[in-house]
C-alpha cells in the first residue's frame, strides 16, 4: 500500500508557499498520495524526503522501456483509470509476431509491412516493433532471425522463448537494442531475470491467472528486479479483459506494488478483422504491448487510429499552427479560405482543397483547436478575431486581391467580417466537401485583382 497524504506531509517542508501548484503542503501530499502530482514539483523538499517518498512519488504502474534511440518505446506511468479523469499516457505498443523460421522474401515483405508510415490529419501512425517467438527450438535459428531483424528494421524487439540457453544466445548479438524478454514463468524466473539483469533488458512476467501473476512478482521483485512487464496467461478475451482491469484498479487505487507494471497482450483469433477487434480492446482495456499476427496495413490502420484517439489529451484538442497554408501550387491570384485551428476540421479543409485542384490559401484562425460552430458559439471565432489574424499572418503580402471565404455556418459574422477586415467576404460551403464544386464554379481562373 502506499503512504496516505498524512504521512507524507510528515516529509514536506510545511512553507505553504504555493510553489508546487497546490496552495498548501497538505493539498499537495493529498495530490501526491493520488497520483496526481510529481514529488519533483517542490523545489524545497529535502534529499532524505526524496528517499523517503520515491515509492509514493512514484507512478502507480511502472516506466518501463525497451527499444534504443529513436525507437525506444516507452511503456506505463499511467496514473488513472479512465482516460477522461486526466489523460492516457504512453501510447500502446503494437508489436507484430513472426516465427523465427521466416527467411527471404517473406521476411523481406513481412519487414516492409512492419515500416510502413501513414499519415493522418497530421500524425503518423506505424507499428512498435517485431516479436519473434522460438518455434524451431534451435538457439542459432533464434539467434539468426533476431540478427537479421535488427538489420531490418530499427523498431523494437520482443524475443519470445522460455529457454534460457536460447535467449542467451540470441542476447549475444542483439542486447544493445534493448529487446523485451518474454517470458520468466514459475519454472525458470531465476535464471531468465539473472538474464535480464545482465543485459539490462526487461522481461515479461507470466503468471497462471492473477493471483499466481502476483505472487511470482513478488519472488522476482525479491531478485531485485523490478524492469518487468506483466502477463497473467489467460488468453480468453473475457478473462483477460477482466485480469486487465483488476490489474489497473489495483495498481492505481490500492497502490498494489505487485501489479503496478505495464502489460503485455497476445490476440488469438485468426481472422484478421477479428484479431483487430480483439486487440482495440486490449487497447483500451489496458495492454502497454499488444502482440498481433496480421501486418497488412488494411488490418492495422483502424487499430492504430483508434490508439491515436484513446492517447490524446481530452483536455486538449488536437490543434495546428495557426498560420498561412498553402495547398497546391498557389499565385497571387488564389482564393484564400478562412477555418479554425482544430486540426480535424483544417484538414477536412485542405483535403477537399486539394480535390478541388484550384490551389488556395488556408487561415486556420486560433481558437484552442475547437470546430467552427463550438468555436462561434463560445466566441473564440468572431469577426474581429479573424480579421485581426488576416492583417497579422501576413496574406495582404501575398495575394494581389482582397477576398476571403468564410465558412457557410457563420455566414451572419459576413457583414462585421467585411467591415472589421476592409476585404470582400464570400460565404462559402457549409460542409468542407462542398469546396471542390465551389471553387470550380467561382475560382477558376483564379481571383480578380
Not at 156 to 177: C, K, Q
Not at 342 to 353: C, D, I, K, Q
Amino acid at each position: 500500500m502506499g503512504l496516505t497524504g498524512l504521512e507524507i506531509y510528515k516529509h514536506l517542508p510545511k512553507k505553504n508557499c504555493g510553489k508546487c501548484g497546490p496552495p498548501t503542503c497538505l493539498a499537495f501530499a493529498m495530490s501526491l498520495a493520488a497520483g496526481k502530482a510529481s514529488l519533483d514539483s517542490c523545489p524545497d523538499v529535502t534529499d532524505a524526503a526524496k528517499e523517503a517518498l520515491g515509492a509514493a512519488s512514484a507512478p502507480p504502474i511502472a516506466a518501463i522501456k525497451f527499444g534504443f534511440g529513436d525507437y525506444v518505446n516507452k511503456l506505463g506511468e499511467e496514473t488513472v483509470i479512465f482516460r477522461h479523469e486526466k489523460t492516457f499516457v504512453n501510447p500502446t505498443s503494437v508489436v507484430v509476431e513472426i516465427p523465427d523460421t521466416l527467411r527471404g522474401a517473406q521476411l523481406d515483405e513481412k519487414m516492409a509491412d512492419v515500416n510502413f508510415v501513414f499519415e493522418r490529419v497530421g500524425l503518423q501512425y506505424n507499428l512498435n516493433g517485431v516479436a519473434i517467438r522460438n518455434v524451431s527450438g534451435d538457439a542459432e535459428t533464434f539467434a539468426e532471425a533476431a540478427r537479421l531483424v535488427t538489420e531490418k528494421t530499427r523498431h523494437g524487439l520482443v524475443l519470445i522463448s522460455e529457454d534460457v540457453a536460447v535467449m542467451e544466445r540470441a542476447l549475444a548479438d542483439v542486447s544493445r537494442r534493448v529487446p523485451l524478454l518474454y517470458a520468466a514463468t514459475a519454472d525458470n524466473y531465476e535464471k531468465m531475470i539473472e538474464l535480464g539483469k545482465k543485459h539490462s533488458c526487461p522481461v515479461v512476467v507470466r503468471g497462471n491467472g492473477l493471483d499466481a501473476t502476483a505472487q511470482l512478482v513478488g519472488k522476482v521483485t525479491a531478485q531485485g528486479c523490478k524492469n518487468l512487464v506483466l502477463d497473467t496467461g489467460n488468453r480468453d478475451l473475457s478473462q483477460t479483459l477482466a485480469d486487465y482491469t483488476m490489474i489497473r484498479r489495483l495498481a492505481i487505487k490500492r497502490k498494489f506494488r505487485p501489479l503496478g507494471y505495464p502489460i503485455i497482450a497476445f490476440t488469438t483469433a485468426s481472422d484478421p478483422r477479428e484479431e483487430m477487434m480483439e486487440a482495440s480492446v486490449f487497447v483500451a482495456k489496458y495492454a502497454s504491448v499488444v502482440v498481433v499476427k496480421t501486418s497488412k496495413r488494411e488490418h492495422l490502420l483502424s487499430l492504430l487510429a483508434l490508439r491515436g484517439n484513446i492517447y490524446t489529451d481530452p483536455q486538449k484538442p488536437i490543434q495546428v499552427e495557426p498560420k498561412i497554408y498553402e495547398v497546391g501550387q498557389v499565385t497571387p491570384a488564389s482564393p484564400v479560405y478562412v477555418t479554425t485551428n482544430f486540426s480535424l476540421t483544417y484538414f477536412s479543409v485542405e483535403g477537399e482543397v486539394q480535390a478541388s485542384r484550384v490551389p488556395a490559401y488556408i487561415l486556420p484562425v486560433e481558437t484552442d483547436g475547437t470546430s467552427v460552430l463550438t468555436a462561434w458559439a463560445a466566441g473564440k471565432y468572431t469577426a474581429d478575431k479573424i480579421a485581426e489574424f488576416i492583417k497579422s499572418s501576413g496574406i495582404a503580402d501575398r495575394v494581389q486581391h482582397r477576398e476571403v471565404v468564410l465558412p457557410g455556418y457563420v455566414a451572419v459574422l459576413s457583414g462585421k467580417l467585411q467591415e472589421a477586415s476592409g476585404w470582400k467576404v464570400v460565404v462559402g460551403p457549409r460542409e468542407a466537401s462542398g469546396i471542390p464544386a465551389f471553387a470550380k464554379g467561382r475560382y477558376t481562373q483564379g481571383v480578380p485583382a
